[in-house]
């Protein structure tokens, strides 16, 4: 009776909701059939031989099409030695020549102004006073003396001085000059006074100057590096 029994055991088929043993334990059907499921999606997500991130890699090793800038730059060609040579010389002789006609004009004594000369440290004071004359020609003969002493400055100083070609230094070496010159003419010569408004208008001669010609010719005499 025993014996048929265990052999009606052996004979009963399987659930269908259970695998056969492994291991000495069974899975559901359905747990196999959800973990085939997780690794057929995988291998969708991924494609075959396919490892993830490699469509970016891709992407940042495409080269850049837009154009890179040049390591140096285009330098303009100088002017050949000699005939920098020849420039500069001049423009020394021209500022020499310049001085010496500024020394005259502005440091000679006019002992018949003594009663009128007086300092003036008001910016727009003189203007003012010049501009008031009933003499349209005596106001045009002061602003524009003034503006004129100034013009050579613009024009020589980018010549002789590389290194002072922009315009702010030129400015700037001019304002200096014609400052020293004003204190010494309050100082040591006779009916002339320190007047800053004749500061200012050499200053704007020395602007009209380097806008007209000293701009160019310094480019001309000196190369520069141009930045590509």
């Known amino acids: 009776m025993f014996t048929k029994a265990a052999r009606l055991?052996?004979?009963r088929p399987t659930a269908p909701g259970s695998t056969a043993k492994k291991g000495g334990a069974t899975k559901p059907a359905?747990?196999?059939?959800?973990?085939?499921?997780?690794?057929?999606?995988a291998g969708k997500a991924t494609g075959p031989g396919k490892a993830p991130g490699k469509a970016a890699a891709k992407a940042s090793t495409k080269p850049s099409t837009k154009p890179t800038a040049k390591p140096g730059g285009v330098e303009r060609r100088p002017l050949p030695l000699p005939l920098r040579l020849l420039a500069?010389?001049?423009?020394?002789?021209a500022m020499v020549a310049f001085a010496v006609v500024l020394a005259q004009l502005t440091l000679d004594p006019s002992p018949a102004s003594v009663s009128i000369a007086h300092t003036n440290l008001h910016p727009g004071a003189t203007l003012r006073i010049y501009l008031d004359q009933p003499a349209f020609?005596?106001?045009?003969?002061?602003?524009?003396?003034?503006?004129?002493?100034?013009?050579?400055?613009?024009i020589l100083v980018p010549v002789l001085a590389p290194g002072?070609?922009?315009?702010?230094?030129?400015?700037l070496l001019t304002a200096i000059v014609m400052l020293l010159v004003e204190m010494a003419q309050g100082a040591l010569v006779a009916g002339r006074a320190f007047d800053v408004d004749d500061v200012i208008l050499n200053t704007t001669g020395a602007l009209v100057g380097w806008l007209l010609l000293g701009r160019r010719l310094g480019r001309a005499v000196h190369a520069r590096k141009r930045k590509v």
């Open 9 to 11: 055991v052996k004979a």
């Open 30 to 41: 359905g747990a196999v059939r959800k973990s085939a499921a997780k690794k057929g999606t």
């Open 88 to 93: 500069m010389t001049c423009a020394f002789v």
């Open 137 to 154: 020609r005596d106001a045009v003969k002061q602003i524009g003396g003034n503006v004129l002493l100034g013009v050579p400055f613009g």
């Open 164 to 171: 002072a070609r922009g315009v702010l230094r030129v400015l």
